[in-house]
């Protein structure tokens, strides 16, 4: 069983890139900081003013508070309740939505934002009164720490069983250490797709001595796009120099990263796009161009002809030593949801495997969940087979590439503020 992807679609990252290149993309923690000091709202007292930034490597829990409780267990929904869902545009089916609303008979209103910058100004004016929330990880520090999400409860959430081990073994996720504020909601890996009619065989990512070339190699000038995101691009660079940290603080490698992505001017023209790897890759418009593993599932149904003719024409490359960019959205609650237990049987649902297969045959960005590992797409008898074409199983993320991939983690403000530099300068140019 399948559902036709709507052409006119836009994905989550979309809006994630266009907040990016406007060099905000998400605000500076001081510019946070001042904000939730104000006297606009009750955000509370902070821990302090240096941020809990987790990573991989170092994992910090993320601050808790006396006064920011997760609801009790055992609670009816709320009584004539409206969920209200605050989201990327275009990031959820809406026909999920809608049977959520028919099955336990409430009303549900879905807002939406264009980047993290503009959902944080609004949920920091108190002027809005949304229920769940869609945020990224790189911002889980600076919200738990000034009280704007609420702890969950575990006990209505029984469809986290569902999900693969990186988020419920002992000490994970790294990110939000025994998922105190957030569930998964989509994860993807950053790697490289490309017209396999278009690239020679030889000057494919696997047959090159480094892979990354490709997006370098000038016999393909003018059919080179990368995102036009910061963070992707540059953490893209920092691997092709042979870097192995894309949260790097190190200004010597910032800066060789920086001439790097400049060279893509001259080499091969770079485009930086907010729908190349999706939409225009699939047309024959890029040759090549650095993807999310969610856009190359979704891409097929953007090609000039059907999706059956044009699956076969796209490729995906990301390295088999799971050396790469890897990663995963979020969903949690608002501390000022007027209905936390709507909320929690929400995200629970979207939890539910059906729901969440469901979900990805539209948006093409994959829930991790623990019955749809890659090989599962490569069985016909498998229901949702058909989210995937078969020569881009690829794509699908597994437990494993979540343990050893690369996470791009919340940076120190002094630190993003050399990688925004960098990133105008690069810019500038192109």
């Not at 225009?280 to 993807?291: N, T, V, W």
């Not at 939890?351 to 069985?379: C, H, I, R, T």
């Not at 078969?390 to 919340?410: F, H, K, P, S």
Request: proline share 6%; glycine share 6%; with cysteine.
């Amino acid at each position: 069983m399948s559902f036709r992807h709507p052409k006119e679609r836009f994905t989550r990252r979309d809006f994630l890139v266009k907040g990016a290149a406007a060099a905000a993309g998400i605000p500076a923690a001081s510019a946070l900081l001042a904000a939730c000091g104000s006297d606009q709202q009750d955000v509370g007292t902070p821990v302090g003013s240096k941020l809990p930034i987790s990573t991989k490597e170092s994992p910090v829990s993320l601050p808790t508070f006396d006064d920011n409780n997760a609801i009790a267990s055992g609670l009816d929904i709320e009584e004539g309740a409206t969920l209200k869902i605050y989201n990327w545009d275009q990031y959820i089916w809406k026909k999920v939505v809608d049977d959520f609303g028919k099955k336990y008979d409430v009303k549900v209103e879905i807002s939406t934002f264009n980047n993290m910058d503009e959902a944080l100004s609004k949920i920091r004016s108190a002027q809005v009164d949304f229920d769940v929330f869609f945020p990224t990880i790189d911002v889980l520090g600076k919200m738990t720490q000034f009280k704007l999400l609420q702890p969950l409860n575990p006990d209505y959430l029984t469809n986290t069983s569902n999900l693969y081990d990186f988020y419920t073994e002992s000490g994970g996720p790294f990110y939000d250490i025994g998922q105190v504020y957030t569930r998964p909601y989509t994860t993807y890996t950053t790697g490289i797709a490309w017209r396999n009619d278009l690239v020679s065989e030889k000057d494919d990512p696997d047959n090159r001595s480094n892979p990354y070339d490709l997006l370098w190699d000038s016999k393909y000038k003018g059919k080179i796009g990368i995102y036009d995101d910061y963070r992707e691009a540059t953490a893209m660079a920092l691997l092709r120099n042979g870097g192995t940290d894309v949260n790097t603080g190190d200004a010597e490698e910032l800066n060789a990263a920086k001439e790097a992505l400049i060279e893509t001017v001259g080499d091969v023209n770079v485009a930086l796009t907010i729908n190349g790897a999706y939409e225009d890759l699939p047309k024959g418009i890029f040759s090549a161009h650095q993807a999310w593993s969610g856009d190359i599932i979704a891409a097929p149904w953007y090609g000039k002809g059907s999706y059956t003719e044009t699956a076969p024409l796209l490729s995906y490359w990301w390295p088999k030593d799971r050396k790469a960019p890897v990663g995963n959205d979020l969903m949690a609650i608002l501390k000022g949801a007027k209905n936390p237990v709507l909320a929690h049987t929400f995200i629970n649902y979207m939890l539910d495997f059906e729901v969440a297969m469901k979900n990805m045959s539209w948006n093409g960005y994959q829930p991790p969940q623990n019955q749809a590992p890659p090989e599962a797409f490569l069985d016909p008898k498998f229901k949702w087979a058909s989210n995937v074409p078969r020569n881009l199983v690829n794509c699908i993320v597994d437990y494993q590439d979540m343990a050893d991939g690369y996470w791009l983690t919340e940076l120190d403000p002094n630190v993003d503020a050399i990688w925004h530099d960098n990133w105008e300068q690069f810019t500038a140019g192109v």
